[in-house]
Nanobody, 120 residues
Framework: QVQLVEFGGGSVQAGDSLRLSCAAS????????MGWFRQAPGKEREFVAA?????YYADSVKGRFTISRDNAENTVYLQMNSLKAEDTAVYYC????????????????WGQGTQVTVSS
């Protein structure tokens, strides 16, 4: 079992930066693929970024967001720069043992989510 808790959401202006953190507890953190998803009001949950040894990203955030992990601290981060109004959503941390399951319908473990609001 893996427990995930997100930190760092908030309200910012367009163009600002924000860093989300996700603290994991439970089984071996370093063996999991860690990811971030988001869900805007009225929309389906969508993939944002994931990392095992290196990060990969949705096209909508590529070049603006950076995912990283600290295995010693059991923490994964999402650095979000040049934020846009369309980045407004609840952001969820996710963990799974398989890269192939890093999709909204397949991820094994979820955090409770943290709200990010970007005002234009």
């Amino acid at each position: 079992q893996v427990q995930l808790v997100e930190f760092g959401g908030g309200s910012v202006q367009a163009g600002d930066s924000l860093r989300l953190s996700c603290a994991a507890s439970g089984r071996s953190f370093s063996g999991y693929v860690m990811g971030w998803f988001r869900q805007a009001p009225g929309k389906e949950r969508e993939f944002v970024a994931a990392i095992r040894w290196s990060g990969y990203y949705a096209d909508s955030v590529k070049g603006r967001f950076t995912i990283s992990r600290d295995n010693a601290e059991n923490t994964v981060y999402l650095q979000m720069n040049s934020l846009k109004a369309e980045d407004t959503a609840v952001y969820y941390c996710a963990a799974d043992s398989s890269v192939a399951r890093m999709t909204p319908g397949s991820v094994e473990y979820w955090g409770q989510g943290t709200q990010v609001t970007v005002s234009s």
